[in-house]
């Protein structure tokens, strides 16, 4: 079965669980598969641990969830070295991280040296405990969240980091006719605490995945669209809205993502449409905004928008 196949069913048992969000669930999708991270950001209450949750049972796998706080220590994150008293030696209790999906909620308020610890396990796919490597998982996938309202008691994320991230998609309130779709389900007896009830049956297993992924490397990409991308990249740096635009890694990053979209939607080529479907969520948070931007009201997607707007689109 393709790519697409599968994702059609996934999307089909997700639908048990989320109702809305479509988008956000695609785009996660498209990290997913692609090997990458993302960065959930919205207030609490729209469904980011509940997506995190629905994800990993559809791909049938191990699910961690880390609280970030302020006392949280780099040895609550990846574990330690603990001793055994009755056989006199050492063994490895591992943290939370060792999982296929990890749920960081709240990631910005944990301070700079576990953050750090963490962009380890997001970059190299390990962890090193005491001078000792440890490899994590496959898959192994990160969805982080933030509050974009409340900055009490946070710690911004180092630009290093961010980057580390493949996505940060914005999830939004619901349109109201999805917000009484909800009430009426919970009305009906439906419970995020208890997914077995909903009767979701995992689509693809983890063993699955080097050939779905072999899938979209095969996905083929005219010089066009590379041109497309790189001329992306260069207007985000010439923009008079940006102090700092993408890097060649932003660029990599919209190629892969552009890869995998076109994959999941059935094509084995990748159309300038697909590149628009995954830049802002690509850019967003590579992209640092003039004082002067914010002052007129600008936010990272206007000025992706206007950015990609100037970029001919090719034939």
């Known amino acids: 079965m393709s790519l697409a196949q599968l994702f059609v069913q996934m999307k089909n048992e997700a639908a048990k669980v989320i109702v809305g969000q479509e988008a956000v669930f695609e785009q996660v999708a498209v990290a997913f598969f692609a090997g990458g991270h993302v960065l959930l950001e919205g207030v609490p209450g729209t469904a980011k641990t509940l997506l995190a949750k629905t994800l990993a049972r559809l791909i049938d796998a191990s699910f961690g969830r880390i609280q970030f706080t302020a006392d949280l ?12 008293l009755n056989q006199g030696t050492f063994y490895l209790k591992k943290g939370p991280i060792f999982t296929h999906i990890c749920l960081g909620d709240e990631i910005n308020r944990a301070p700079a040296k576990t953050q750090s610890a963490l962009l380890e396990a997001m970059e190299e ?15 192994f996938m990160v969805l982080a969240t933030q509050n974009p309202v409340e900055y009490e008691g946070t710690y911004p994320l180092p630009e290093a980091q961010l980057d580390r991230f493949m996505f940060k998609v914005l999830v939004d309130y619901p349109p109201e006719a999805v917000e009484h779709e909800i009430l009426r389900r919970y009305h009906t007896g439906f419970d995020a605490r208890h997914l077995d009830a909903t009767g979701i049956q995992p689509i693809i297993r983890p063993a699955d995945l080097p050939a779905l992924r072999q899938e979209i490397q095969q996905v083929k990409v005219e010089t066009g669209i590379f ?15 940006l102090i700092l635009g993408g890097s060649p ?62 970029v001919p689109v090719p034939r």
Request: no cysteine; net charge neutral.
């Open 73 to 84: 220590m780099p040895s609550d994150v990846v574990g330690t070295q603990v001793f055994n």
């Open 227 to 241: 041109g497309y991308i790189t001329q992306i990249a260069i207007a985000s740096r010439r923009s008079q809205d």
């Open 249 to 310: 890694r932003a660029s990599i990053t919209l190629l892969l993502a552009s890869k995998t979209y076109a994959a999941l939607q059935g094509r084995d080529y990748v159309t300038p449409d697909d590149v628009k479907f995954v830049v802002a969520p690509t850019y967003r948070h590579r992209i640092i905004l003039r004082p002067e931007a914010e002052i007129e009201g600008l936010d990272a997607d206007a000025v992706i928008r206007r950015m990609v707007s100037g």
């Open 125 to 139: 796919r390990q962890v090193t405990i005491e001078g000792e490597r440890h490899l994590l998982d496959e898959p």
